[in-house]
Structures are given as structure tokens and as C-alpha cells.
């Protein structure tokens, strides 16, 4: 699902005008966005959680010279699937998506 199908679902759903839907969502990903960019963990009931990994430094190599390059220490957003979805996802037959 595209941000735009989010958009068109929550609209047709709740009968929201189209563009009162995009605000709505873009209210929620702005609030998520600064949440972890804050170092702030994202719990969902349902759904899971999101939250900061925290990756160390390291001299990793290019593939196409073999040439050694230092990759600088990051962070990266990790999700995790809550119980609900992971059941949901898990009873699915093979060819049902």
C-alpha cells in the first residue's frame, strides 16, 4: 500500500474530503518522524513498534575496487511486528496476497 491508498482508504472510509485525509496522514507520519527523531520509541497496539538501532563504526570494503572504506556509526529505524499482525500475516494460505 502506497501513502496515496492510505490517503484514499482513510477518505473514503470515514467520508473525509480527500485533501482532510492527506493532513491526517501526514500528521501522523510527521509525529512518528519526530518521535524517533528524537531517540522517542513508537509503540502501536496491533500493529508493533518502531525504534532507533544504534550501528557502529566499521571498515567495510567497495565491491567494485576491494578498496577499504570507513563506514561511520549510525542509527537506523528497526521495526517490530506486534502479535495481532504477525497472526494475521502467519494465517495467510500461500497465494492469498
Excluded at 470515514?14 to 531517540?39: H, T, Y
Excluded at 557502529?56 to 521495526?79: I, S
Amino acid at each position: 500500500m502506497t501513502k496515496s491508498e492510505l490517503i484514499a482508504r482513510l477518505a473514503d472510509k470515514l467520508g473525509l474530503p480527500r485533501k482532510r485525509a492527506e493532513e491526517a496522514v501526514n500528521c501522523i507520519f510527521d509525529a512518528m518522524a519526530e518521535s524517533l527523531a528524537s531517540g522517542r520509541r513508537i509503540e502501536i497496539r496491533g500493529l508493533g513498534s518502531f525504534s532507533l538501532k544504534q550501528h557502529r563504526a566499521y571498515t567495510g570494503r567497495n565491491p567494485r575496487t576491494g578498496e577499504e572504506v570507513d563506514v561511520d556509526a549510525k542509527h537506523a529505524v528497526h521495526f517490530k511486528v506486534g502479535k495481532e499482525l504477525r497472526e494475521a500475516v502467519e494465517a495467510l494460505e500461500p497465494g492469498d496476497h
